[in-house]
C-alpha cells in the first residue's frame, strides 16, 4: 500500500507549519507559536499562564455586548481608548500579515504573496495526495451538495431575527461588500477582480480608472445623474457608457449607471448606489462653498475620501452581526448559490471546519451532537460524513448551533470579526498619516465623516424624513428584541 501524506493527519497544533520529508516523515515548524514539542502541544510559560486566565470566546462576547451600564462607565474614563485598542488588535492579529497562502500554493512564497489576482487565504489547501477528500477521516466520498441544501439550509418558514434586523441591514450589508467580494470566474476559482482587497469605494465610483471617469460629471467633483420628478438618480448607460449586468430585455436608456456592474439588478442595492450618488454630490456642494479654488479633481478625490470614510465608519459594526444565512435559513431562490460554494470549496480544497476552529483559537467539536446541539440533525450529519472532522467548513458555519438570542453560531463572529477589523484596520483611511481634518478638506469634511449615520445618508439625501434603521420599527415587532451590541 502507498504511504500516506504524513501533513494528511493535520498533526502540527497551535499553528505550527507541517513539512513533509520524504514519503512518511514530518517535521512541525512551531516558531513564534507559543508552544514546542514534536506537534507543537506543549506550551511555554507565558503560554501556560494566558491559557489559564484566558476566558471563552462565548465569555468574552457576552461580556462585550451586554452589561450597557458598564460601558457607559468605562467610556467616560481612559479604560475606553486602551481597553478597544485591546479588543481590536486581539482580533485583528489572528489574520497573519502580510497575506500568507492562496488557492495554487500550500506553501509560503513570494508569488502567493505578490500576486493580488487570487483571494489570500488563512490556511492551505488540503494536501491533494490524501487518501480521503478532507484528509484521513471521514467518508470516500463527500455527500451531495443539493442534498445537504435541500436537507439542512433550505427555509421552511419565516424566522425573525431576534434583534430585530431588516432589509435595510441586508442590502447595506451586500453593497457594501461586493466592493471587495468580486470573484473573477471566466478566470477561475480563487481569483478576485477586487484588486484594493478591502474598502475603497469601487462599488460607487468603479473598480477601473475609465470606469471611474466614465461615471463623472467632470465639474464640480461630482459624478453623472439625471433628474426624474425632480429627484437625482443615477445615470443611464446612454449617458455614461459604462457595462452593466442587465437582463437583455432592459432596454439601454432604462439601464442605470453604477459603479458596480450587478447592482442595478436588485431595488436594493440600486436605492444604496442613488443614496451615496446624493451624498457624493451633496458634499461636493460643500467642499466647493468652503475652496473655492479647488478643481474638479480636488474636489472628487477629496469627496470620494468622505464617502469612503462615512462608508467605513457606518460599515464597522455590522460586520460583528455575520449570519442572516444559517441552518434552515436560505430561500429557495438562492440555493443554486448555497450549491455552488460547497461545489467551489471541495475544487478549492478547504480544510475540516475543525481545523478553522482551531486556527481562532477556537475548541474543536468531538460530536457531532455537541456541533448542532441537538440530536436529530447530528445523526444525519454523521451518517452523511462519517467524523466530525471531516465536516466541511461552509455547511457547518450554518449549521453550528446559534448563540442566544441570535440566529448565528459562535463561529461565524469568532472567524468573520478578525477578517473584517483586519481588512478596515488596514485601510489607509484608519492610518495617522490619513486620519486627520486636512485629508477631508478641513474641520467641516472631517465632522462630515465622524457624525455619520445611516438615518442622515437617507434624510440628507431625500424629499423627507422617513424611519430610518437597520432595525424594524419596535411597534411593528411583538417579539422583545436584545439589545444589538454588535452593531
Not at 75 to 92: E, G, I, S
Not at 349 to 371: G, V
Not at 429 to 436: A, D, G, L, T
Request: hydrophobic share 35%; proline share 8%.
Amino acid at each position: 500500500t502507498s504511504k500516506v501524506n504524513p501533513c494528511c493527519y493535520y498533526p502540527c497544533q497551535n499553528r505550527g507549519i507541517c513539512v513533509r520529508y520524504g514519503l512518511d516523515r514530518y517535521e512541525c515548524d512551531c516558531t513564534r507559536t507559543g508552544f514546542y514539542g514534536e506537534n507543537c502541544t506543549i506550551p511555554e510559560f507565558w503560554s501556560r499562564v494566558f491559557q489559564l486566565l484566558k476566558p471563552s470566546p462565548n465569555a468574552v462576547h457576552y461580556i462585550l455586548t451586554n452589561f450597557d451600564w458598564l460601558w457607559d462607565i468605562i467610556n467616560r474614563t481612559f479604560l475606553r481608548d486602551w481597553l478597544m485598542h485591546k479588543v481590536l488588535t486581539v482580533r485583528a492579529n489572528l489574520i497573519p500579515s502580510p497575506p500568507t497562502y492562496n488557492s495554487k500554493y500550500d506553501y509560503l512564497n513570494w508569488e502567493a504573496y505578490s500576486n493580488i489576482t487570487y483571494y489570500t487565504r488563512l490556511l492551505p489547501p488540503v494536501p491533494q495526495d490524501c487518501p480521503k477528500p478532507l484528509g484521513t477521516k471521514g467518508k470516500m466520498k463527500l455527500p451531495d451538495p443539493k442534498l445537504l441544501v435541500e436537507k439542512f439550509m433550505l427555509r421552511r418558514n419565516f424566522r425573525p431575527d431576534p434583534q430585530g434586523t431588516n432589509l435595510m441591514f441586508a442590502f447595506f450589508a451586500q453593497h457594501f461588500t461586493h466592493q471587495f467580494f468580486r470573484t473573477h470566474n471566466r478566470v477561475g476559482l480563487g481569483f478576485t477582480k477586487g484588486l484594493a482587497h478591502g474598502v475603497d469605494a469601487g462599488h460607487i465610483y468603479g473598480d477601473t480608472l475609465d470606469r471611474q471617469l466614465d461615471l463623472r460629471l467632470h465639474k464640480d467633483g461630482k459624478l453623472k445623474y439625471q433628474v426624474v420628478n425632480g429627484e437625482i438618480y443615477p445615470p443611464t448607460v446612454l449617458d455614461a457608457p459604462v457595462k452593466m449586468s442587465y437582463p437583455p430585455s432592459v432596454p439601454p436608456e432604462q439601464q442605470l449607471a453604477i459603479g458596480q456592474e450587478v447592482y442595478g439588478l436588485l431595488p436594493g442595492l440600486s436605492m444604496y448606489a442613488t443614496l451615496w450618488l446624493r451624498e457624493h454630490n451633496r458634499v461636493c456642494d460643500i467642499l466647493k462653498q468652503e475652496h473655492p479654488t479647488w478643481g474638479d479633481e480636488q474636489l472628487f478625490q477629496t469627496s470620494r475620501l468622505i464617502i469612503i470614510g462615512k462608508d467605513f465608519l457606518k460599515s464597522c459594526g455590522f460586520f460583528f452581526s455575520l449570519g442572516t444565512f444559517s441552518g434552515h435559513n436560505i430561500h429557495p431562490v438562492v440555493r443554486k448559490v448555497a450549491e455552488g460554494v460547497i461545489i467551489e470549496s471541495r475544487e478549492l480544497r478547504l480544510q475540516p471546519f475543525n481545523e478553522y476552529r482551531k486556527r481562532f483559537n477556537l475548541k474543536p467539536y468531538t460530536s457531532f451532537s455537541e456541533f448542532t446541539g441537538e440530536e436529530e440533525m447530528a445523526k444525519v450529519l454523521e451518517k452523511l460524513y462519517g467524523h466530525i472532522d471531516a465536516l466541511e467548513f461552509y455547511p457547518a458555519l450554518l449549521l453550528e448551533k446559534t448563540r442566544p438570542g441570535a440566529i448565528f453560531g459562535e463561529s461565524m463572529v469568532e472567524m468573520g470579526a478578525p477578517f473584517s477589523l483586519k481588512g478596515l484596520m488596514g485601510n489607509p483611511i484608519c492610518s495617522p498619516e490619513y486620519w486627520k481634518p486636512s485629508t477631508f478638506g478641513g474641520k467641516t469634511g472631517f465632522d462630515i465623516v465622524n457624525s455619520a449615520t445611516l438615518k442622515k445618508l437617507v434624510c440628507l439625501n431625500t424629499k423627507w424624513c422617513p424611519y430610518v434603521s437597520f432595525h424594524t420599527p419596535p411597534s411593528d415587532y411583538k417579539q422583545q428584541r436584545t439589545s444589538h451590541g454588535e452593531l
